[in-house]
């Protein structure tokens, strides 16, 4: 039996072992055809599980990009809303949820952590991002955008100026593509793993069968 | 896509064939999410033509234009050159996709001209 010569596991994923020779295989797992069989099936399930989940954290990161378009479509048009004279007292309060995560919940944050040392797990966390007008009471009508409060999560707010949401944003929002590469990466690598099992499987089925066929040839002409 | 031997033949599978099905798998899995990302782009077109027209039709000088799950208030002008806008990047993005497609169906039929060349009948590289 031959291994593939990419890693032998990813991320935690075991990769599934490329096989040469069908009677070579068996016989180094020590293993009848029927437990083989077993086996396989149970690693491919084992894919499936795994497949489900990341599957699902791709879809919250794709949520959370989303939303993060619409922020930054939202802070251009205030920003220059702002900047027309005739707009009266704007109370606009936006609304952005990024999707829930995949259901485990996290331990509760403690208030004034530093961002930094907040781990970006994105699934898990919803953004919120209330925008506050200010209005100016100049004959100019100039309209201000004072600060910015970001939902971090179940437990913690924070206000930032618009500089620094900006910032954060930007960096939560290059993490979260990061993290889908990685994603996309594993993706591919789990679909190979699962592919090579299946084909393993009939393999190892058909070399049973052809097996079997052997042996009754050989019975029917050892009887005649 | 299924792999699925038939007969019990004793086609030997090598490594290289082994990754060729796994680049089918991979890009056939890619072409079903390009399929999706078509269809939702081509609605996306299809709203912001109605959206335009609808547009056109309405006196109201303020518009309340949609972003996520917010509604802003923004005047008709605007709205109109938003739409466009959003209108263009949306073909560009279709065409890109669809031209993807094109380059991985080719790249599918060369495959499957391969393996069904090595494995005839063992193997079963259609949709079910």
Known sequence: MSTSASATERRGIPAASFVEDVQTYLSQLNLDVNSALAFLQERLQQYRVVEMKLLAQQRDLQHLFLAMGNLTIIFLLIKQQAKIPDIECLDVVATLQAKKGTGEEDSVTPMLQPLESIPLKFPRRQLLLILKFLKAFTPELVLKMDSVCLWLGANVMLEYSCEEATVLLQKNLENAKASLEVLVADLQFLRDQVTITQVTIARVYNWDVHQRRLRQAVAATSES | ?128
């Open chain 2, 1 to 128: 896509m299924q792999q699925s031997g038939s007969s019990g033949s004793e086609v030997e599978v090598t490594w290289e064939d082994q990754q060729n099905i796994n680049k089918f798998g991979r890009l056939n899995n890619r072409l079903h999410d390009l399929d999706d990302e078509i269809k939702i782009a081509k609605e996306t077109n299809e709203s912001l033509e109605d959206a335009s027209n609808e547009l056109i039709l309405t006196d109201e000088e303020i518009v309340r234009f949609q972003i996520g799950e917010v509604f802003a208030h923004v005047p008709k002008e605007e709205v109109e050159s938003r739409i466009e806008e959003m209108k263009e990047v949306t073909s560009k993005n279709l065409e890109k996709l669809e031209e993807e497609k094109e380059s991985i169906v080719a790249q599918m039929a060369e495959l499957k001209k391969i393996l069904y060349g090595k494995f005839k009948d063992s193997i079963n590289l259609e949709e079910d």
